[in-house]
């Protein structure tokens, strides 16, 4: 939610939506000329921590209980928080970013440097990064990854954004990378791209089709290397010992599926996991059952995610053909306005959410404050029924009996789309079911396991959204550009809601194109500004990162923000790297912190394979599924 994640170019390259969670800027316009330091504080690049053992089995285990599915293993085409996450942990980018501040730091690339008009960025690829089958990592893996990007359309679906602004990309040597600009691009030390092995990939037909699920151990250069896959059941990674940063604590990393989180939150308290990331947070039952539980924790720290409303604006390909069925009534802003001044954001935040949120405002959520806005009290869509109502009336829209009936007769009766895997969906569709209901207008709320056909679609009037923000907002915003729309109708594509304007695209561009931080946030404020106004977007809520663990299992693990953070769906791989066993002994040497005290550990998972299945070759959306 994607997780989302990546951010998006105005250019009109094909791109298509990634997970919820992607693209970071440096600290101020010098930062992206620098080359950062170490990451974790205390720790030598290239140290080998201590591998711990466990007592049974010789071999550490950490299982993850996660809700979402993979929708592809493929970087080129990984959409999902799930699938994002596990390409950060196969594959190194050319950056990565400090846990404390977000500030871009080394990653494959040991330093980057603009030219004086900062058009053409030269990046020193480290020379200590091998693939995972012996081969050396170059420079031109990395310009093969961006040109393959940049010239095949199945290659640009998850990740197009990030080039298409580029002109050319080169290795003139084996650690020089050098990427030509169109224009000025304030993204460049935080292109959240996984680098590919060249001489692994160049083998690939179709990409748009390809999801590198067919040949383990896939090669990558990450701290993990990917060993063993059952679709909807379980992904299996292994410690890579040669991993240029210091290997991983733990022998083994499983991500485990579950659809009912209760049963993944009965699996934690029988210690069969050792952490449970929710759908996509746990609910305060569940977080509240498990306080107290012997050997668990619960972590909860401030949201890097929004909660929202999404309306149809009328879906429409690239070339402006229209299609979907969604009510011709929400092209009215009057009628978008009134739907939003009638939901009480306080109730939501205490009965459903039940203070384990803030209440929602801009886009970009508090945890981000350089880009935080809020609106007025004058702009401000408050909870005003009665002003909603006159709304309502100014729109056309009378009350005739209990009913709001149109100038054509007919009532209005709104559909929402409802992710059945999120009970927050459901709660607060019943609140709105009866909000909505005071003022004539009807609603359906339809929970399906899949949003991602009727959304395609844009068979929907309205439907429950939510991203992963990262620090630097492009990606989010990039989502609601004209560009961002499918070629064709009913396509998978980088638009979040069908959204297009021209002004608005012409302040993303701005905002991509400027490098002075304070200008940049003023753009920025100004497009949130309009996304709020418009009535397409209404951000309910920023929920809290909770999640749990055993204290059994785990010494210590690194949150991001290292202060008060997340674990899971972090931006970059600092959490499941870092992560000590409980029974290893002497200190933690990656230097990382523990998630307030959280110790977790080890756990043998026996997996039991209940079926096959086929990977679904279309990636699907999920928008409540993060990114990132």
Known sequence: MVERVPPRSAQPLPAQPRSHLRVLLASGAAALALAAGSIVPGVPLGAAPQQAQAADSGKSTLTVAVAQSVDSLSPFLAQK?????????????????????????????????????????????????????????????????????????????????????????????PTQLVIQLKEPQATMAALDVPIVPKHVWEKVG?????????????????????TDYKVDQYVKLKANKNFWRGTPKFDELVFKTY???????????KGEVSFVAGAPALTPAQAASLKGEKNVKVNEGPGRRFFSLAVNPGAQTKD??????????????????????????????DKVFQGHAVEGQGYIPPRFSAYHWEPSAEQSLAYDPAKAAKLLDEAGYKLKGDQRVGKDGKPLDLRILCHATDPNDKAVGKYLKEWWGKLGIGLKVECLNDVSVPWYAGEYDLAFD???????????????????????????????????????DELYKKQLAEYDPAKRADIVNQMQSWLYDSGYMNVIAYPNAVEAYRTDQIKSITTMPEAAGNIYGQDGYWSWWSAVPASSSGSDSSGGSSSTGVVIGIVVAALVVIGGGIFLGNRRRNTVDDRE
Not at 259 to 269: G, T
Not at 477 to 504: E, Q, R
């Open 320 to 349: 402006g053909k229209k299609f979907g069925n969604g009510n011709e009534a929400l092209l009215d802003q009057k009628v978008r306005q009134a739907l939003f001044l009638s939901i009480d954001r306080k109730t939501i935040i």
């Open 259 to 269: 659809k009912d989180q209760d049963a993944a939150v009965a699996a934690l308290r």
């Open 206 to 226: 179709d990409f748009s089709e390809f999801n590198n699920d067919t040949k383990f151990p896939i090669v990558g250069n990450g701290p993990f290397i990917l």
């Open 466 to 504: 939510g991203w992963s923000v990262n620090p630097d907002p492009d990606f989010v915003l990039g989502i609601h550009t004209c560009d961002a729309l499918p070629v064709k109708a009913k396509d998978s594509a980088a638009t979040d809601n069908f959204i297009c304007d021209k002004t608005y």
């Open 81 to 173: 928080l799930i699938s994002t996450s596990i390409s950060r942990l196969m594959y190194d980018f050319l950056t990565n970013y400090d846990t404390k501040d977000n500030h871009a730091i080394p990653g494959l690339a040991t330093k980057w440097e603009p030219s004086a008009d900062k058009l053409t960025w030269t990046y020193t690829i480290r020379s200590d990064s091998k693939w995972s089958d012996g081969q050396q990592v170059t420079a031109e893996d990395a310009a093969w990854t961006f040109n393959k990007m940049m010239t095949d359309e199945g290659a640009a679906q998850a990740n197009g954004n990030f080039v298409a602004n580029f002109e050319k990309v080169t290795a003139p040597s």
